[in-house]
């Protein structure tokens, strides 16, 4: 069962879209991000650090996590949210272009 949710703000237009199969777990992994240095950056946890918020669920699908990620995407499409800085569905090929072009400009710092 996958889940495709929303984070809310209140106050502000921003929302972030997003899927999971543990709705739990993932809010965890949200609140855990937020409080990371690593990601404390990114403007979605800037916002869980600053603003109320909820999470709300647009639907539950009985899926593979491939369809539930098109959902996903369809959902982003929809609301185009701008908390959202990737795709949840990209074209393979155009990631492992990205992928090599990135490690053959990185290569020397390998070796």
Not at 58 to 73: F, G, M, P, R, Y
Request: net charge positive; aromatic share 14%.
């Amino acid at each position: 069962m996958y889940i495709i949710y929303k984070i809310v703000f209140e106050n502000i237009p921003d929302i972030y879209i997003g899927s999971t199969n543990n709705l739990s777990r993932r809010i965890s992994q949200h609140l855990y991000n937020s409080k990371n240095d690593k990601w404390s950056h990114r403007q979605l946890y800037k916002y869980m650090n600053s603003y109320k918020y909820k999470y709300e669920i647009i639907e539950t699908q009985d899926c593979s996590k491939s369809v539930a990620l098109a959902k996903e995407q369809e959902c982003i499409n929809l609301y185009k949210p701008c908390l959202n800085k990737i795709s949840a569905v990209y074209n393979r090929d155009h990631y492992l272009q990205i992928r090599r072009e990135r490690y053959h400009k990185r290569k020397h710092l390998f070796k």
